[in-house]
């Protein structure tokens, strides 16, 4: 089955700093690739995904970039604010979207 | 609409007692998957529906679990008998059969003494 590792399992940084996140999967029939923010006490949210046809995608601060040859795909953050501290998760799937395997998480920090 | 719908939001209960968690999908929405988030081992895929149908249970630990989706608004996730090691936060999630995004309840906090 599917494999998704995930790093840093922590990363702290300064308000306005750039946060990257990194994962690498197993499957290379893997191609739908969401990332979720889940702040503390709260359920999952999808911020962005991205589909194994596609580069690269962005969505204001947030851009999603993936190497299917390599098999990884990572999350950069732009201008953090503190609100952008949370826990983030990245997972991988087939081609349906259904059989989601997570990333084991990364805690975000934003200092102010 | 109101997303989807967890129920209870809390549960603590002994061991080797009966668990039954509820699910509400949001309304159109043809698939629905349920989770278990620990420390120890994240997120996981327990089961998912389509249709009301299960598709893969390969996530689901034993035959202590079990889940059921009698109609397109509601499913259960039922732990008999419940053990220590169970205590975590439960996900529901669903989605339309045309779109990939998975849209989560508010989970379950379950507590097993």
């Known amino acids: 089955g599917e494999n998704v590792e995930q790093h840093p399992s922590t990363l702290s940084v300064q308000e306005g700093d750039s946060a990257v996140i990194k994962c690498t999967y197993s499957?290379?029939?893997?191609?739908?690739f969401p990332w979720y923010k889940q702040e503390l006490g709260k359920r999952p949210q999808l911020i962005i995904d991205?589909?194994?046809?596609?580069g690269e995608k962005k969505d204001q601060r947030i851009a999603v970039t993936l190497n299917k040859t390599a098999k990884h795909f990572s999350l950069h953050i732009t201008e953090t604010q503190p609100e952008d501290s949370a826990v983030y998760f990245c997972?991988?799937?087939?081609?349906?979207?259904?059989?989601?395997?997570f990333g084991g998480g990364t805690r975000l920090m934003v200092k102010p | 609409d109101a997303g989807v719908i967890q129920s209870p939001r809390h549960e603590v209960t002994e061991m080797g007692q009966e668990v039954t968690l509820r699910c509400k999908p949001i309304?159109?929405?043809?698939?629905l998957f349920w989770y278990r988030q620990t420390m120890m081992r994240g997120l996981e895929l327990l089961i998912y529906?389509?249709?009301?149908?299960?598709?893969?249970d390969s996530g689901m630990p034993e035959d202590r679990f079990s889940a059921k989706m009698p109609n397109a608004s509601f499913s259960t996730l039922k732990i008999q008998p419940s053990e220590p090691r169970d205590s975590a936060v439960y996900f529901c999630?669903?989605?339309?059969?045309?779109?990939?995004?998975?849209?989560f309840g508010p989970g379950t906090r379950l507590l097993v003494l």
């Open positions: 999630a669903s989605r339309t059969w045309q779109g990939e995004t998975q849209y």
């Open positions: 499957d290379s029939a893997s191609n739908y």
């Open positions: 991205i589909r194994s046809n596609v």
């Open positions: 997972a991988a799937s087939d081609n349906a979207g259904n059989m989601l395997t």
């Open positions: 309304s159109g929405h043809d698939y």
């Open positions: 529906f389509n249709n009301n149908v299960p598709i893969d």
